[in-house]
């Protein structure tokens, strides 16, 4: 019946453990619970399924909704849907990687410590940084503690954020800063980009960090010339969040002078799963490792000599530095991070600037095309990576409704993030969409209205 | 048997691949008409180049250097190691939910929506809360959701000076972490010596600057805190709140729920209670509960239910916010919702029941040799002291090494705190008593060994495919990376 099977203790086995431990009942062993607050009653939850009636109901719960399986999606503002190697699935399916615990016994942890440290190396090769950690929760967390380490490096407590970064990942900076005191300002934005006049305004030796993003927001590929020596020029920290999946092909955030680099992980292999489990990516510039959040995987040798990796650097982390430490973060997404590791091996830096390339030309193909129908425009000019905003000639919710009964998951609405921009969409396209299913969407928009 | 296992980045070929993607079949622009020559890459991508074959080797024998529930006992006290129900892992791959868009039209979302509407009732009635944020996506991170809900109650009423959070001195490290984070004081409460939160102290400690008291019952040290309802009514008494760390929610399924002890904000991590595994680090997932009063401040959206059709809500009028990208480690939950169908409200208790059995029966057996320092009725797990041993020459990390060697993940070891050469032992209910009693033969022998040969167990383990490692190396001499010129 139900899970009960999970349980191997028999009744003979808990009698004699009872006699062992020395009590009479099972009631014994919670006799330091007080009385009052004891549940007097059951709980009141749906009774038990078995194993085969647990499948079925989720099963039924899952065949309720729209996939990428089954639908053709035009949706990305941080997830999206990349191809997903087969074997990433099987790796991390390897229940030696997924039943383990953060590798607390480096000696029967070498597996998910090596895979950990080469991790964070090909995070490093694609952004051009010198270190980086084992995860964050996601990319909007990756920016909130981003901004904190340049507080923490600085000792300053004001950021600058560009309105072109993710209003998403914007709201959960905000919040994080908003609880602790730290201040969060707006850089405004012109025709799409991060407004570098304001920015300019804006600077000053207050400044601790100073965020951008990279392709920002509506996909818009800014220019970072000179950004890098204006805020060292007031030892503030700059962090660019970046699109890993544009790296084999922008410029690496080192070449511009980031000294942060965050970023959603989700393109690299990670199912989309309604928005989580997601990959938050940290990387930095070595002089930053003592500020970083999270754990650290290291190089060093075993008593013998052979080389071997443990976690490090653990004094700045909750468990050793407690109040003091740069942040509280201890389980992390480090399966997520193992399977967007095998992604990187298996693409390699070929594969890996082929999907590139095929975003960057799909989308452009698309955006093209749909720019070209009557009523449906650029909200912005200017060079796009694999996403791209346009205007379309009436409510987006129900332009929505109308792709969704052909199957196409259409673009994100961006009104509820920029009440300015009305009747304007966000589409992205990945190296998965073919030109027959951009033609269909471009039909499909034509037909409307 | 001992070597290291080649990099990557070692058996890298140039010109070698392991993917395969559709060719490009729109009509092709140049790089440059497409994007501005600055922006463009310059420097070469370093990334390895290797076969899928090569791959997929590469990581299964990656796999077999790496312990896992699965393959033996794991008695990792704080982290609830307990079997990782197969059926989770299926269901949670299923294609209408792991490749489902999360800006996707509610009306296509709809068997999600009721997925998490249902499992947020199912921890409402497990711990007495009134109403869930699932955004959380670990256990820290829910203690700083819950946190920030406080400090955003706090703030509405106009009540401005409370700017300190009590924990006990027990309390885990993400406890005062996150009370930093929130822009908190930490104010530690001493225990007693019975192990349990010295209950003068806090009377003394609570004031009108008194934001919270943080508390994990049963604690870090596996007992409960019989004073409980005293301690949550000297903190409600000032005006503050009470926030309950759920790790331990384990032992107490069924039996008590932290909302009828007075608590007023709970945080679950469904990676220890309900069963979903721990990936080596993660995901986990850390839902928030809160008593009515503060459901105006939880994150948005929450997940609603108007007549037949759920929704994400975004009506929260005094929200602090959004804690995650989208609306947390969903891929999590489907499997902690799996688990909590699966076991309904008696497979639960009795989980829990066992948790305890199991707790006590491995103390009982472990005291014949060791040192118990709290001996008295344990909950989901307890505490041993190696002092004694350590004075021979072999303490607690030594010990865990020793169990290394002997096919056992050991407890976690210094920890708590407040107890010398700590191992915190949990053996979950997923075990069998056999493995109980085997593991208590295994540290009988180590004790033996110490007795006979305490520098050898201090230089273990000696069957593992690396021996100990040097930390302190890898700390003085950080090498974070691979790097090409440095082989
Ligand atoms: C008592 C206690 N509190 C909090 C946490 C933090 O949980 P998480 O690792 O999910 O962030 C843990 C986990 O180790 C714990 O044992």
């Known amino acids: ?449 | 048997m001992r070597k290291s296992k080649a990099l990557l980045f070692e058996m890298s070929r140039p010109g070698r691949r392991g993917y395969s993607l559709p060719s490009n079949d729109v009509p092709e622009k140049s790089l440059d008409e497409l994007l501005p020559r600055k922006a463009q890459r310059s420097e070469p991508l370093e990334l390895p180049e290797l076969s899928e074959v090569g791959v997929v080797r590469h990581y299964t024998e990656l796999s077999t250097r790496n312990f896992g529930v699965d393959t033996g006992f794991y008695p990792l006290g704080s982290c609830t190691m307990k079997y990782n129900p197969k059926i989770n892992e299926e269901v949670a791959v299923l294609p209408g939910f792991a490749f489902m868009h999360p800006c996707q039209p509610e009306e296509t979302t709809q068997g999600a929506l009721e997925l998490l509407y249902n499992f947020e009732q199912g921890l409402k009635e497990l711990t007495a809360m009134d109403r869930f944020t699932m955004q959380p996506a670990a256990g820290a991170h829910g203690e700083l959701t819950g946190l920030m809900v406080i400090q955003a109650y706090h703030r509405s009423r106009g009540d401005h000076n409370r700017n300190k959070v009590l924990i006990p001195l027990s309390a885990h490290g993400t406890n005062p972490a996150t009370v930093s984070m929130a822009g908190y004081e930490v104010v530690q409460i001493p225990c007693d010596d019975r192990g349990l939160v010295d209950l003068d102290a806090l009377k003394e400690a609570v004031d009108e600057t008194t934001a919270a008291l943080m508390l994990t019952n049963p604690s870090t040290l596996g007992l409960f805190e019989e004073e409980i309802i005293p301690m949550a009514k000297a903190v409600h008494e000032v005006g503050g709140l009470l926030y309950y760390d759920g790790a331990n929610l384990n032992a107490i399924m069924g039996y008590t729920r932290p909302g009828d002890m007075g608590f007023d904000v709970v945080h679950l991590n469904i990676h220890k209670t309900l069963s979903t595994p721990h990936g080596g680090g993660g995901p986990g997932s850390g839902p928030v509960g809160v008593k009515e009063r503060l459901i105006p401040f939880l994150p948005v959206p929450l997940v609603s239910k108007e007549e037949d059709r759920f929704y994400l809500d975004y009506d929260v009028p005094e929200t602090i916010g959004k804690m995650h990208s989208f609306y947390g480690n969903f891929g999590v939950a489907i499997k902690a919702y799996t688990y909590m169908r699966m076991m309904g409200a008696e497979g639960l208790k009795e989980a829990s029941t066992d948790a305890v059995i199991n707790a006590n029966y491995l103390m009982s057996l472990l005291k014949k040799t060791y040192y118990v320092p709290y001996d008295r009725i344990c909950k989901h797990e307890f505490i041993v002291s190696a002092k004694p041993e350590k004075k021979k020459g072999a303490g607690a990390g030594d010990i865990a090494k020793a169990l290394l060697d002997r096919n056992f993940h050991p407890p976690t070891v210094y920890f708590p705190l407040i107890v010398d050469e700590a191992l915190m032992i949990e053996p979950n209910d997923t075990e069998a008593k056999e493995t109980l009693d085997a593991f208590a033969a295994t540290m009988e022998q180590i004790a033996k060994d110490i007795d006979e040969d305490a520098e050898k167990v201090a230089h273990g383990p000696y069957n593992t495919v690396v021996g100990r490692l040097d930390e302190v190396r890898a700390v003085r001499n950080p090498v974070l990376i691979w790097q090409k010129d440095k082989e």
Request: glycine share 8%; net charge negative.
């Open chain 1, 1 to 449: 019946m139900g899970g009960k099977h999970y349980l191997p203790l028999t009744d003979e086995d808990r009698r004699e453990m009872l006699a062992e431990i020395g009590v009479s009942s099972v009631e014994d062993l919670f006799s330091d619970i007080p009385r009052e607050v004891r549940l007097q009653r059951e709980l009141e939850l749906p009774s038990p399924l078995s194993e085969y009636e647990a499948f079925k109901h989720l099963n039924e719960l899952a065949s309720k909704n729209k996939h990428f399986n089954n639908c053709v999606s035009f949706m990305g503002a941080g997830v999206y849907d990349h191809f997903i190697p087969a074997v990433i699935k099987h790796i991390t399916g390897r229940s030696e990687f997924y039943t383990s615990y953060t590798p607390y016994q480096p000696e029967i942890s070498q597996g998910v410590l090596q895979a950990i440290f080469e991790y964070q190396t090909m995070i490093c090769q694609l952004t051009g940084m010198e270190v980086a950690n084992a995860s964050m929760y996601d990319g909007g967390t990756a920016v909130a503690e981003g901004a904190v380490m340049g507080c923490g490096a600085t000792r300053r407590s004001k950021v600058l954020v560009s309105r072109s970064v993710s209003p998403l990942y914007r709201a959960v900076l905000d919040n994080y800063f908003n609880s602790r005191g730290l201040e969060v300002e707006e850089i405004p934005i012109k025709d799409g980009y991060t407004d570098r006049s304001e920015l300019e305004n804006k600077m000053g030796d207050d400044i601790a960090t100073v965020i951008l993003q990279q392709p920002n927001f509506f996909g818009l590929v800014e220019d970072m010339e000179g950004i890098a020596d204006m805020v060292h020029g007031h030892k503030a920290v700059l962090l660019v969040s970046a699109d890993p999946l544009s790296l084999p092909l922008l410029q690496a955030p080192s070449e511009y002078g980031a000294d942060i680099v965050v970023g959603e992980g989700q393109g690299l292999g990670v199912p989309a799963s309604f928005g989580g489990p997601l990959l938050g990516i940290m990387a930095a510039k070595s002089k930053f490792v003592r500020q970083m959040p999270g754990r650290i995987a290291g190089e060093t040798v075993d008593s013998e000599g052979n080389r071997g990796y443990v976690l490090t650097l653990q004094t700045r982390e909750q468990h050793i530095r407690r109040e003091k430490a740069p942040s509280n973060i201890c389980s992390n997404e480090a399966l997520v991070a193992l399977g967007a590791a095998v992604y990187m091996a298996a693409m390699g830096p070929q594969g890996m600037r082929e999907v590139a390339e095929q975003c960057l030309q799909k989308a452009a193909y698309a955006r093209e095309s749909i720019t070209a129908l009557k009523g449906y425009d650029d909200v912005y000019a200017g060079s796009t990576f694999k996403e791209f905003t346009v205007t379309v000639p009436g409510d987006p919710a129900e332009l929505n409704k109308k792709l969704l009964e052909k199957n196409i998951l259409g673009g994100v609405d961006l009104a509820p993030f920029y009440p300015e921009l009305k009747n304007a969409m966000l589409f992205a396209v990945t190296e998965k969409r073919t030109k027959e299913e951009i033609d269909t969407l471009v039909r499909e928009l034509e037909g409307w209205k």
